[in-house]
């Protein structure tokens, strides 16, 4: 995970991921992707992405207990 702030700099972190699908690139706002993790309460976490400019969901590992959608950042 690439972040870059004008203001704050920039941060790479890696993450244990189970991964299929394409390569895609995309930009979120960070501020909801922490509201998001936030809320759920669960070791592991799913994420759907649909494409490059498609938004992501997320899921807990249950997917019956909470399910979050956001939307890319244009470029």
């Known amino acids: 995970i690439n972040s870059k702030n004008n203001d704050k700099g920039e941060n ?3 993450l244990e991921a189970v991964l299929s699908g394409e390569d895609i690139s995309l930009s979120l706002n960070s501020k909801y992707i922490m509201d998001c993790l936030g809320s ?3 070791d592991s976490i799913v994420m759907y992405f649909n494409g490059t ?3 992501v969901v997320f899921k807990g590992s249950n997917p019956k207990d909470f399910m979050y959608l956001v939307m890319p950042l244009n470029k």
Do not use: H, Q
Request: proline share 11%.
């Open 12 to 14: 790479t972190t890696k």
């Open 40 to 42: 759920i309460d669960d």
């Open 53 to 55: 400019g498609k938004p």
